[in-house]
């Protein structure tokens, strides 16, 4: 069984995560694609995705909120 009901808020969230150079820079794109939440056991995770990356790669992070804008 699996813990995706005990809070609103994922826990985690999944990204597509794009390496780039920019003017002699390597820099990258993180893309939100979907979130996760652990299993209950600890074990494992459920994850849903709502796009596919097409290097393969997608990275799993804690889900902290945006700060909120100063002004």
Do not use: C
Not at 9 to 16: G, M
Not at 43 to 69: H, Q, S, T, W
């Amino acid at each position: 069984m699996t813990d995706t009901t005990s809070s609103k808020r994922p826990p985690y969230a999944a990204y597509v995560v794009r390496n780039y150079e920019k003017n002699g820079q390597e820099q990258s794109d993180w893309m939100r694609v979907g979130v996760a939440w652990r299993h209950k056991l600890g074990d494992g995770f459920d994850i849903f995705l709502d796009a596919l990356p097409v290097n393969g790669r997608i990275v799993v992070r804690p889900n902290e909120p945006k700060p909120k804008a100063q002004g």
